[in-house]
């Protein structure tokens, strides 16, 4: 009996999803024992290739998954000898025999990728998925791939999605330099609010990222973070996100940390929704790889999507962004809100002015601003000695900065240079004084 639950699962998972763009799913074979049955799904890739005309043309790849299906009610009994209950687990791997699998010759490392899926009685999903480690060299370009491992957890009753994905390390090496990428790994904790509006909490690190050119220039980032926090409250969805860089080391200083604060509010969710599925029923018709035409139909889908929006009143805020470097620092703030414009002035920029209440605060460090005045002149005029690119730099502050100054758009306080904008009602002030638009 669970043995045909399991069969009949597969096979409208797999019409589901029998066309994903470029990737298409069907079964080869199917056999059903008592204790566990086995499937072969063949997956075709078009790829997409220049034509002679200049046109898009494209050819077809495919390679084919083994799937083994252990049959509940304890289908890890001989695998583990645990009495969790469940549907089935299914263990897939990629299976290259017989002609098949022409995309791994270049790496058949990466077919010995593997996922083990768990399917509980409620339809719950507990799945592993692997991608190996493998170094290569192609054409007289190297990849050194540390290698992936995700986790990840479905239940339909309550639409909670968590899971962790970790990559140790990843080394691109060209005949322009060297890419190199450590320590990245993600979790997340979501719960779908909405068709496909999924929200909740994500968390993204990576320990650095070094980048080496052949001339010897070199620019090395540590410690990125990224996190999210998003919520819905049925028919409004509230975001709040942070980037936050350590440190960034090139031309022999050191900067760091860059903090980035920023939200969203008042997001139609049905809005976002409809264009979720919009986009993934666009993505799914799509079974030629006809980029252009996929690229307008998606920027159509945009459009419906923004004049939505605009009509729940939406605001955007960076309520922090700090930047320090040696040479002084950089800190901001921007808000934005949008005041439900008719559906005529959505999309006409003229009229939609009219419905923006926008601010924006910033402050620099005179020392900063002429340190990249310096860094300015000396890469347009490499040969200029120290003297003259010092001298460049007083015209180049008095002919800009100081004339700014002097008409009240800049403010000087101290060792710093600020500012402060509104536009509110079609009307733009900078630090109190209204400004013309044209």
């Known amino acids: 009996m669970l043995g045909g639950q399991v069969e009949d699962r597969y096979f409208e998972a797999l019409k589901d999803n029998e066309q994903f763009g470029v990737l298409s799913f069907s079964n080869q074979k199917y056999e059903r024992g008592f204790f566990s049955s086995s499937a072969q799904t063949l997956v075709t890739v078009v790829i997409p290739e220049p034509a002679d005309d200049g046109a898009t043309d494209a050819r077809n790849a495919s390679f084919v998954v083994r799937h083994v299906f252990r049959h509940g009610p304890l289908p890890d009994m001989s695998h583990g000898f645990s009495f969790r209950p469940g549907l089935a687990a299914v263990e897939s791997t990629v299976d290259t025999s017989g002609g098949q699998g022409a995309l791994f010759t270049e790496i058949p490392e990466l077919a010995q990728s593997s996922s083990v899926m768990r399917i509980g009685f409620g339809g719950e999903v507990d799945g592993d998925f692997e991608v190996p480690a493998f170094d290569k060299e ?3 370009e190297s990849v050194n791939w540390g290698g992936l491992v995700a986790r990840a957890r479905y239940v339909p ?25 450590d320590g990245f790994s993600s979790t997340f904790d979501l719960v779908e609010a909405l068709p496909l509006v999924f929200v909740g909490q994500v968390k993204a690190d990576m320990s650095s990222i070094n980048m080496t050119r052949t001339d010897g220039d ?7 973070r990224f996190s ?3 919520s819905c409250d049925g ?11 350590g440190s960034v080391a090139m031309g022999g200083a050191t900067h760091g940390p860059v903090i980035c604060d920023m939200e969203a509010r008042n997001l139609d969710a049905a809005a976002l929704s409809e264009f979720q599925i919009q986009f993934q029923q666009l993505y799914r018709s799509m079974p030629t790889a006809d980029v252009d035409m996929l690229a307008e139909q998606i920027a159509e889908l945009y459009g419906k999507l923004f004049t939505k929006l605009m009509a729940g009143s939406p605001e955007f805020r960076i309520s922090r962004l700090q930047v320090l470097t040696s040479m002084g620092e950089f800190t901001g703030t921007l808000s934005i809100r949008l005041d439900a414009p008719g559906e005529g002035a959505a999309l006409n920029p003229l009229l939609l002015l009219q419905h923006v209440n926008a601010s924006v605060a910033v402050a620099v460090h005179e020392a900063l601003l ?20 010092e001298a460049m730099v007083q015209q180049l ?19 710093t240079i600020t500012s402060e904008a509104s536009f509110v009602q079609g009307k733009l002030r900078v630090n109190g004084q209204e400004m013309p638009l044209f």
């Not at 028919?235 to 860089?245: D, F, L, P």
Request: hydrophobic content about 35%; glycine content about 10%; proline content about 2%.
């Open 138 to 140: 192609i054409d007289g």
């Open 157 to 181: 009753d309550s639409g909670s999605f968590r899971g962790d994905m970790t990559m140790p390390s990843l080394i691109l090496k060209s005949s322009d330099g060297t890419l190199r990428m």
């Open 218 to 224: 070199a620019v090395s980032v540590g410690e990125l």
């Open 228 to 230: 999210s926090n998003s």
């Open 235 to 245: 028919t409004r969805v509230e975001y709040a996100q942070s980037v936050n860089i």
């Open 370 to 389: 002429k340190g990249l005045m310096v860094m300015s002149i000396t890469q347009q005029q490499p040969a200029a000695n120290a003297q003259d690119v």
């Open 397 to 415: 502050y008095s002919q800009q900065v100081e004339t700014l100054l002097g008409r009240n758009l800049i403010v000087r306080d101290g060792e």
